[in-house]
């Protein structure tokens, strides 16, 4: 079976960003607003569009775009609502994009929604890094492309062992508090082996700056 892949375009997209979309474009509020500019598809916009210019909310609806619109007062943001609708339909791989630059309570609340969600099939996207969530098994990080440094931290508690690194580990705690788990390497024409023995992580990966 095809893997359904989309990529869910949040409010602080740039241009830099748009070579990142893979798949169906499911936009997000005012990240509307740069996909309607560049002519590019969406497959629908979800939000409670209070930041979009309503000339762009009018040519969604002029388009005929899929609407889901939701109220300003809600007990969950448009990212995750966003998010939930794309796992509802179906879609294997979802990527991101869009999430940094603002306001850093939004980029907390992407962070834990990860959490929320625990499945490793998201990803979040940017030019230098990218960001998934990891639960209890053994996962083979292939260094791709000019990817330099890999990071490893957790909203709760976890212990890892890490392979084939600069810096290895072998079942070390990990709790929300601590960061000696920044920053390490990959080896050359080595295959980091990280193994998450209990609990959750996020993995960041990212490239030489």
Known sequence: MT????????????????PLIQGDIIAVDKGCELLLKKKLPITIAVGDFDSIDTRYL????RDKIPLQAFPKDKDQSDAELALRWTIQQGYHSVFIVGFSGGRLDHYQAILQMLFRFQTSEITLLTNQQSIQYLRQGTY?????????????????????????????????KLTVKDTFTLSNEWLADRVVNLTVHSGEILLYRSMLA
Do not use: R
């Open 140 to 172: 083979h990080l292939k260094q791709e492309n000019k990817e330099k440094y890999f990071s490893i931290f957790t909203l709760s508690h976890a212990v890892i062992s890490i392979q084939d690194s600069l810096y290895p580990l072998v079942e070390k």
């Open 3 to 18: 893997s359904k892949v989309a990529t869910i375009v949040l409010s602080q997209v740039t241009l830099k960003d748009l």
């Open 58 to 61: 009018s040519q969604l609806k």
